[in-house]
T-cell receptor, first 114, second 114 residues
Framework: AQSVTQPDIHITVSEGASLELRCNYS??????LFWYVQSPGQGLQLLLK??????LVQGIKGFEAEFKRSQSSFNLRKPSVHWSDAAEYFC????????????FGKGTRLHILP | GAGVSQSPRYKVAKRGQDVALRCDPI?????LFWYQQALGQGPEFLTY????????KSGLPSDRFFAERPEGSVSTLKIQRTQQEDSAVYLC????????????FGQGTRLTVV
């Protein structure tokens, strides 16, 4: 079955500290992988995506993610968070070369301490 | 248009009332998706259109939910005889390719059934 697991419901970090949000997926086909961010009252904004090639992908706002096929993981990282990064983060997966939907994890809410 | 536009942004319906939610995708985008996001949850897939064809409606929770995209552009999600469990944010997304590629999301319609 297709699924995305984000094990951490809430994460709190201090401003300026590093961040890693975990994501594991289960998918029968070669996956497309995404991270989206959702601020309160806003729609989903794409941070980055992985389709193929270099397994370390760079995104907007200083975020990066690394695809590890052996671990079925696609963790999101940022070396130094800013107060404006406080939001809900969603990992998502879809299928390569198929007309198909994106499946989302339940999200991780990021809190930033001043 | 510049982005995916959804209307209304907020809708309060009395239980049993019918509602219609509108999505204007990015001009020229072939694919259109509807998602339902309950409070504190990740988006759940409802249905998918490729142009005017509804290729996947497996996520629609009941026969009270109906979606259409008659001219392959604007889409409407209709919910008949609304129930309290229908309260959620309904997100629309569009993408340029046939099926999955980078999907752009609207800000959503928050439906509250009282």
């Amino acid at each position: 079955a297709q699924s995305v697991t984000q094990p951490d419901i809430h994460i709190t970090v201090s401003e300026g500290a590093s961040l890693e949000l975990r994501c594991n997926y289960s998918y029968g086909a070669t996956p497309y992988l995404f991270w989206y961010v959702q601020s309160p009252g806003q729609g989903l904004q794409l941070l980055l995506k992985y389709f193929s090639g270099d397994t370390l992908v760079q995104g907007i706002k200083g975020f990066e993610a690394e695809f590890k096929r052996s671990q079925s993981s696609f963790n999101l990282r940022k070396p130094s968070v800013h107060w404006s990064d406080a939001a809900e983060y969603f990992c998502a997966v879809g299928a390569v070369n198929r007309d198909d939907k994106i499946i989302f994890g339940k999200g991780t809410r990021l809190h930033i301490l001043p | 248009g510049a982005g995916v536009s959804q209307s209304p942004r907020y809708k309060v319906a009395k239980r049993g009332q019918d509602v219609a939610l509108r999505c204007d995708p990015i001009s020229g985008h072939v694919s259109l998706f509807w998602y339902q996001q309950a409070l504190g949850q990740g988006p759940e897939f409802l249905t998918y259109f490729q142009n005017e064809a509804q290729l996947d409606k497996s996520g629609l929770p009941s026969d009270r939910f109906f979606a259409e995209r008659p001219e392959g552009s604007v889409s409407t999600l209709k919910i008949q005889r609304t129930q309290q469990e229908d309260s959620a944010v309904y997100l629309c997304a569009s993408s340029q390719g046939q099926g999955l590629s980078e999907a752009f999301f609207g800000q959503g319609t928050r439906l509250t059934v009282v």
